[in-house]
């Protein structure tokens, strides 16, 4: 449910960085294409007509913590499935960490540098620092409050407990008692804090216990600190691993900063330990590299992501119960201001709450999942896995997961292409991907079977950088040639094109995408993606990848729509002539299903839209600075957002023109981050089946009867999920599950 971090990137870049001389050592194996794409200025369009005030902006930031908010209010329905609510939140306490650590940690430096202009909606940085303190602070009081006063109890029902030290028998105490010598006292390390011993430097999101101990000599008391080991399951379970899969069978857990606190005078013989509390800090982990001086880009982004380590702090959490003269300390230590302390009922981190989310208990979880083929893929139920390529020969391939099945779709076409003798080349992006992933798995096949293999790893994907690295390496020794994209730019498109080698020449394969090449998150995020051999895209797909790796800034496209260029004035221009074909009294519609819409140039557009009468619906998942219903600027535009068991990712963008509809998907949100700094790919489609079947999903994520929140013009959601006879609305995430079972079903007759 995380939505995609959002912060900045540098968009200026000086020029070419000269290569190393030739024969250096200092050589890389990979590099970042110092040509960049020319990134256009940002000049929004025309205004909407009528007067223009800043507040038909509603504020990202603001509207980010409103996403938040609904992801509790799944915490908080008693019809969901009870792990399931778990989940909810913990997904909302990751959300909360990342939120801190990127939006407001970027807030609070350009305030600390001076940069005080406001936000498109009108508001000083400081303004929006002082919002958003007040409202995260509601939402975790609540988040707290919704786990004690209802799912505690309601897991307690199901005989699952989150144990107290002294609720515990002898049995269960002496058991952790052995766990604790054997397993966590030896990671331990107590730190003292004296005149010889400064105050400790406390990691990001680490978990601390704050301890008073009492010199029983000198009687003074002293200060120590205990970091909560992060490489241990935050949650003990009491008794065993399979605890909970059985109904009715108790199952106990107990947090391990409470196994550890009872047992704090082991760490500290001779002392008598007086007190103890828990804490937690939350720093600027945002990552800015300067890439035009930076010779190597992976060594530099290595450098600033151990940096990272060591950002200012911007949160810190604490127990409602703290003494307050270590709430003081912690404060000065720490130099943090009273605004960014944060006091919340134990237990601190609600994301260790996933341990208990993932009991194996199917009636506490929705029902399980298998993705099916897609019917293009699967002809017929006794065929052995199906030819992607021959099947792309026959026609394009729209992919809706994780209806249909990744494996079978997207990592088959690779892995064929790997093994297939026939295909000379093979170009991929990769932006996050597994830790086990068969993508790299078949690109380093491919590669050792002596194809040219080219791998654009995106080594600047937020809190993935590191396992990118290392994945930019595995693949270089494997031979696959690996390139780090534009400098200046994140490289955010999922493309993927093999060149294969046929009767009548050369002819090129291609996949384009709304999701990652993470074959994990393709079961629980709904994406689009397709497989096609049109020989346009094919075209366009290898100017994109000659421009990511070489030297081409002024390739143009048939097919694609690309960012930082064409993304923004492409989707406008199409706007624009819903707004002529309304005037002109032809029907005219707009419909967009994105992440996050932030984009003032855009929003203008659809606010024009709008006021000539077009209708516009937008489905967005996370933040969204558009308001609708405003009279006179946007009565004609309607905001839904759909969250539920798979995470909305897909990105559409659908247009009526003149009763012959023009359909694009793609990895750009509409946002200035990918608009102006990354390169994106949006692609249109061609098959009129695939265009209605598009539009029609589209259809019904808007239609009343479907469950979803609703925007007003003041920036508020309401949720929408039983009509007025108490029956529950079309989950469509449910309904699009049961259609896939159907079409198998049909397939098989």
């Known amino acids: 449910m995380n939505p995609d971090p959002v912060g900045t990137t540098k968009t200026e870049v000086k020029g070419a960085t000269l290569p190393p001389r030739f024969g250096s050592s200092e050589v890389p194996a990979a590099r970042a294409t110092q040509d960049r794409i020319d990134i256009p200025e940002f000049a929004p369009s025309l205004e909407p007509e009528g007067d223009i005030t800043p507040d038909r902006f509603l504020d990202r930031e603001l509207s980010w913590l409103a996403f938040n908010s609904r992801v509790l209010e799944l915490a908080e329905d008693p019809d969901l499935f009870l792990l399931e609510r778990v989940n909810f939140l913990s997904i909302f306490a990751s959300n909360l960490d990342e939120f801190f650590m990127v939006r407001v940690a970027g807030l609070k430096r350009r305030i600390a540098t001076g940069l005080a202009v406001p936000s498109p909606a009108g508001l000083s940085p400081i303004e929006v620092l002082e919002q958003i303190g007040d409202a995260a602070r509601k939402l975790q009081e609540r988040h707290a409050r919704v786990f004690a006063e209802q799912i505690r109890p309601a897991l307690a029902y199901e005989h699952i407990h989150l144990m107290r030290w002294d609720e515990l028998d002898d049995e269960a105490q002496h058991r952790l008692s052995i766990m604790f010598g054997e397993k966590v006292f030896p990671i331990l390390t107590p730190l003292a804090v004296d005149p010889a011993h400064p105050f400790p430097y406390i990691s990001g999101l680490s978990l601390n216990l704050a301890v008073i101990v009492r010199n029983p000599v000198s009687d003074k008391e002293l200060f120590a600190r205990v970091k909560v080991p992060d490489q241990l399951p935050r949650l003990v379970s009491i008794d065993g691993p399979r605890a909970g899969a059985v109904p009715g069978r108790v199952a106990r857990f107990i947090a391990l900063e409470e196994v550890i606190a009872v047992h704090l005078d082991k760490l500290f013989p001779g002392m008598e330990v007086m007190e103890h509390h828990t804490f937690r800090v939350t720093r600027n982990e945002d990552v800015e590299v300067e890439e035009d001086d930076a010779e190597n880009l992976l060594q530099a982004l290595e450098k600033e992501l151990l940096r990272r380590r060591f950002g200012p702090p911007v949160r810190l959490e604490v127990t409602t119960d703290i003494n307050p003269n270590i709430r ?301 219903g405003v009279p006179g600027l946007s009565e004609n535009i309607t905001v839904r957002s759909v969250l539920g068991r798979f995470l909305e990712h897909s990105r559409v963008f659908a247009f009526a023109n003149a009763n012959d509809p023009v359909v694009y998907i793609g990895s750009a949100d509409m946002m200035h981050r990918n608009l102006d700094r990354r390169v994106e790919a949006l692609v249109q489609l061609s098959s009129r089946e695939d265009t209605a079947e598009v539009m029609d999903l589209l259809r019904r994520y808007m239609d009343p009867g479907t469950a979803s929140w609703h925007l007003d013009n003041e920036g508020h959601w309401t949720r929408f999920h039983q009509a007025e006879d108490g029956s529950p609305l079309l989950d469509i995430q449910s309904w699009l599950l049961a259609s896939r079972s159907r079409q198998r079903a049909v397939a098989r007759r």
């Open 328 to 628: 003081a300390l912690l404060v000065r230590e720490l130099g943090v201001e009273e605004s960014e302390v944060y006091s919340v009922p134990a237990p601190l981190d609600l994301r260790g709450l996933s341990v208990i989310g993932g009991i194996d208990r199917a009636d506490l979880h929705y029902p399980k999942h298998v993705p099916h083929t897609s019917r293009y893929l699967n002809e017929s139920e006794t065929s052995k896995a199906a030819n992607v390529f021959a099947a792309m020969r026959r026609r394009d391939i729209l992919l809706h997961h994780p209806y249909d099945s990744f494996s079978t779709s997207v990592q088959a076409f690779l892995e064929q292409a790997a093994a297939d003798p026939k295909v000379q080349a093979i170009k991929q992006t990769l932006y996050r991907t597994s830790g086990d992933s068969p993508i790299v798995d078949a690109l380093i096949d491919a590669a050792e079977a002596g194809k040219q293999v080219l791998a654009l790893v995106e080594i600047k994907a937020r809190f993935d950088e590191q396992a990118n690295i290392s994945w930019a390496r595995k693949l270089e020794q494997a031979g696959v040639h690996v390139v780090y994209g534009i400098v200046g730019l994140k490289t955010h498109c999922k493309l993927s094109l093999v060149v294969r080698q046929e009767v009548d020449g050369l002819r090129r394969y291609c996949h384009i995408g709304t999701g990652n090449y993470h074959p994990r998150t393709a079961r629980y995020y709904e994406d689009l993606g397709l497989l096609t051999s049109n020989e346009q895209v094919g075209e366009d797909l290898s100017k994109l990848f000659n421009q990511l790796s070489g030297y081409a800034p002024k390739s143009t496209f048939k097919r694609l729509l690309v960012a930082p260029r064409s993304v923004r004035s492409g989707l406008i221009d199409r706007i624009e002539t819903e707004i002529r074909n309304a005037r002109a009294g032809i029907a005219a519609k707009v419909q967009i299903k994105v992440n996050s819409m932030v984009d003032e140039a855009t929003i203008d557009a659809l606010y024009r839209a709008s006021q000539a009468g077009v209708k516009v619906d937008v489905i967005v998942r996370g933040i969204c600075s558009l308001r609708p």
